[in-house]
């Protein structure tokens, strides 16, 4: 670190300039053409296959396999909500709707909005949404104050996290259909009417192609694998780190770090969480690319080992048990008072 960088800036603009200096701002426009073409390309192969198998057991595979690409969409859509593809609103928000609503039946807008909640104030009770006790609680203190749902379900909430995933992809699914039933959406019309095309092409696939019992099966398997899928995404990333509360006196630098865990791993991982595994430089720098974050991370590491500022990076397992553990303890008053 120069002379120039240690007196001028605060700890975030020095790491902000070392990062733009390496170039990992710069768009990909190559990366995402050839990503948006993959995802897009095997999305309609699942597709086809279906077509073409018609009323057979192997739909179920087709099921599994859509769950998956299904996951690679929102990811997509996730990358589009951050800029990270165009820097445009008007492409960008097309594309994402195009994806989020159209392709998956989730609702662009509403999850744009929740998620730039979250990024502004992760992991804190008051602020962020993925926080909300709706039917967990990630606190004690939210354990205490907790009534029906989460007051029933958090006692052993550690033990049912992995069975309630398979439910979050009608959640995902219902979540739009509310926020489109309100006024505020942007773009309130064009989301309803994409996300109405989406369950009509997608149930009369379903109703014309397979027997009655076969297309319930498919649905069933279909959206409970997509979301475990979803949630095996995002669960690593800030369950079980610390949560916050009240006015906080931590900088942007620290609020991110401290609130965010890194998974490691390689191609596959990458791909299978889009990146996110570097959840620490990606809300750090959330519009730079996603190929670009694992450039980012020893930069990074190194900024925050010469600030005394702890970094954490596990395994995927060890990510899952830290997550569940902090559900069984953030539940423990409940199971007092049973």
Not at 187 to 195: F, G, M, P, S
Request: glycine fraction near 8%; proline fraction near 5%.
């Amino acid at each position: 670190m120069t002379t120039t960088e240690n007196q001028v800036g605060s700890d975030f603009a020095r790491l902000s300039h070392r990062i733009s200096a390496a170039g990992l701002m710069k768009r990909r426009p190559g990366y995402y053409t050839a990503r948006i073409g993959l995802v897009a390309g095997l999305f309609a192969a699942g597709w086809v296959a279906f077509a073409l198998l018609g009323d057979s057991w192997w739909q179920l595979a087709v099921a599994a396999f859509m769950a998956v690409m299904f996951g690679q969409v929102a990811l997509l859509s996730h990358d589009l909500a951050h800029k990270q593809v165009f820097r445009r609103r008007r492409p960008t928000e097309i594309a994402g709707m195009l994806a989020g609503n159209l392709g998956i039946g989730m609702s662009y807008g509403w999850w744009m909005d929740k998620h730039t909640r979250h990024h502004a104030n992760p992991n804190h009770e008051e602020l962020d949404p993925d926080v909300d006790p709706d039917i967990l609680v990630w606190s004690k203190d939210q354990a205490r104050a907790s009534r029906g749902v989460p007051r029933f379900i958090g006692r052993y909430q550690a033990f049912l996290f992995f069975p309630l995933l398979t439910l979050e992809g009608l959640n995902l699914h219902w979540s739009g259909i509310r926020a489109v039933r309100k006024p505020g959406l942007r773009r309130r019309e064009t989301e309803a009417a994409l996300l109405a095309a989406h369950f009509v092409l997608y149930f009369s696939a379903l109703l014309t192609v397979l027997s009655p019992g076969m297309a319930l099966l498919f649905f069933a398997v279909h959206q409970g694998l997509w979301g475990v899928y979803m949630g095996s995404i995002f669960a690593p990333n800030h369950k079980g780190m610390p949560t916050l509360t009240g006015r906080t006196e931590l900088d942007f630098l620290r609020k991110q770090v401290l609130t965010s865990r890194n998974v490691r791993g390689g191609l596959v991982t990458d791909v299978a969480l889009g990146g996110l595994n570097y959840q620490i430089e990606h809300h750090l720098f959330p519009s730079m690319p996603s190929p670009h974050l694992r450039r980012a991370q020893p930069i990074v590491r190194a900024h925050c080992a010469e600030l005394g500022i702890p970094y954490l990076q596990t395994s995927l397992v060890e990510s899952y048990r830290q997550a569940l553990t902090h559900l069984h303890e953030a539940g423990a008053p409940l199971r007092k008072r049973s």
